[in-house]
């Protein structure tokens, strides 16, 4: 599981810009824990392997 801090890190775009993603249902698929928004690293790579080479946001 990635934190929402760490995947905005390596992704080099603001954590804003998840929380914007979710709110819009799209992005990677996340789970909240107790509140907190986790990233399986599972759906990171799905998400990474289906944007592949695409421009613009998601």
Do not use: N
Not at 4 to 27: F, H, M, N, P, V
């Amino acid at each position: 599981m990635v934190s929402e801090t760490r995947l905005a890190d390596y992704w080099d775009i603001s954590q804003r810009t998840l929380q914007r993603w979710r709110s819009k249902g799209c992005g990677p698929e996340f789970v909240r824990i107790g509140g907190v928004i986790r990233y399986p690293l599972e759906r990171i790579q799905e998400y990474e392997q289906e944007h592949r080479g695409s421009a613009g946001t998601p």
